[in-house]
């Protein structure tokens, strides 16, 4: 028996998320993922895993609510800020009717989800300096009910205009929602957009605890957006997304002590970004590094070097961009340790 066949058509022809970890690799040092390059140690203080957990943790909410400035009615706990991705489109979208709408070169999981449900999706690609194409944006807003967008941007690693977003926001006004995807803020945190939720009843800001909180193997995500957006999303999630033991760190994890480790972690990174980035603009085979507000850097290479591939049989993996929309000879390069930055920088010096 073909099973295919009973799969549904929209699935038969998905191909899966190319997440770091399913495209594979041998080595020792990894900056493909924009994972913290340290593991943070935790015990857990629960033990009523008899129990289902709390649909909503409200230590997790309570504590999350606090740290970004916003009511804890304004914010929905999520396995990831890729289940909150998804959550929107169920939540909002009509299969087949409605679309999504994301301006590429951006995060991949806008269009994978939207293939996956159904929902059809536009694009509408970034400026030259990756900025956002207003214009052609208005163009194409029928039928759009969720516009994603990235800011720090993954992979490009830079802000989105600010001014931009709010002509943005006026453009989707009674329309659609504007998804402000907000995985990398803690990098640059003065440029959140959280504070303008009181003004826009249709924006909505995803974060996570997986990059500048380190944990990415805990799987716990934010969607922040006023209480009606919530309410919407709340009718959607499962009814248990967040295990105990996550719901226990995640707690932990944003406490005084876990916020504050994680702001030193930040400074941290980012003077470790801005020594890389020198040494890395020193090499004779690097076109340019691209200024980063985030925990990784674009770079652009001379066209005729294999870098990745050369990089790769070392055991050190990077991310190579070359297939993505305007991202020729662009490889990120997630900021790692000293050390793991080292390495990469003595096997650049190789490449003649
Ligand atoms: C990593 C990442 C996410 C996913 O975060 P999880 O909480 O690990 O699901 C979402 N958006 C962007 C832009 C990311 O880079």
New binding site residues.
């Given amino acids: 028996m073909d099973i295919n066949k009973l799969v549904r058509k929209n699935v038969q022809q998905l191909t899966p998320y190319q997440s770091a970890r399913r495209i594979g690799g041998q080595g020792d040092v990894w900056l493909n993922a ?1 994972e913290y390059p340290v593991a943070p140690h935790f015990e857990l203080s629960e033990q009523t895993l008899n129990r289902y957990p709390e649909p909503q943790p409200e230590k997790v909410i309570q504590r999350y609510a606090q740290y970004a400035g916003v009511q804890p009615d304004q914010l929905i706990v999520s396995r ?4 909150a ?1 998804e959550l929107l489109m169920r939540a909002f979208c009509e299969p087949q009717h409605d679309s999504i709408l994301y301006c590429p070169p951006t ?1 991949g ?1 806008y269009q994978v989800s939207a293939e996956t449900l159904g929902i059809k999706t536009k694009t509408v690609l970034t400026t030259s300096d990756w900025q956002l194409d207003l214009e052609g944006i208005k163009q194409n807003i029928d039928t759009v009910k969720l516009i994603y967008v ?1 800011s720090p941007n ?1 992979p490009t690693g830079n802000l989105i205009d600010s001014d931009d977003i709010k002509a943005l926001l006026n453009i989707a006004k009674d329309r659609a929602l504007v998804i402000i ?1 907000e ?2 803020i803690e990098f640059s945190p003065e440029s959140s957009v959280v504070s303008w939720l009181n003004d826009y009843p249709h924006l909505v800001i ?1 974060r ?4 500048a909180f380190a944990l ?1 193997g805990l ?3 934010f969607a922040i957006a006023n209480k009606p957006v919530i309410e919407a999303l709340q009718k959607v999630i499962a009814p248990y997304p967040l295990a105990t033991p996550v719901a226990d760190i995640a707690a932990q994890a944003l406490s005084k002590d876990g916020v504050n480790t994680m702001k030193l972690h930040v400074v941290n990174l980012n003077n470790q970004k801005e020594k890389f980035t020198k040494l890395l603009r020193q090499l004779p085979i690097v076109e340019k590094v691209y200024p980063s507000y985030s925990n990784y850097l674009c770079v652009k290479f001379q066209h005729d070097k294999d870098v990745f591939n050369i990089l790769w049989r070392q055991g050190i993996i990077l991310r190579d961009q070359s297939s993505s929309i305007g991202q020729q000879n662009i490889i990120r390069i997630t900021i790692g340790t000293q050390a793991e930055c080292e390495a990469v920088i003595s096997a650049l010096k190789t490449i003649k």
């Fill in positions: 924009n990831g800020a890729d289940e991705i995060y999981m990235c993954n995807d995985a990398y995803l996570t605890l997986s990059k990415a799987r716990c995500g």
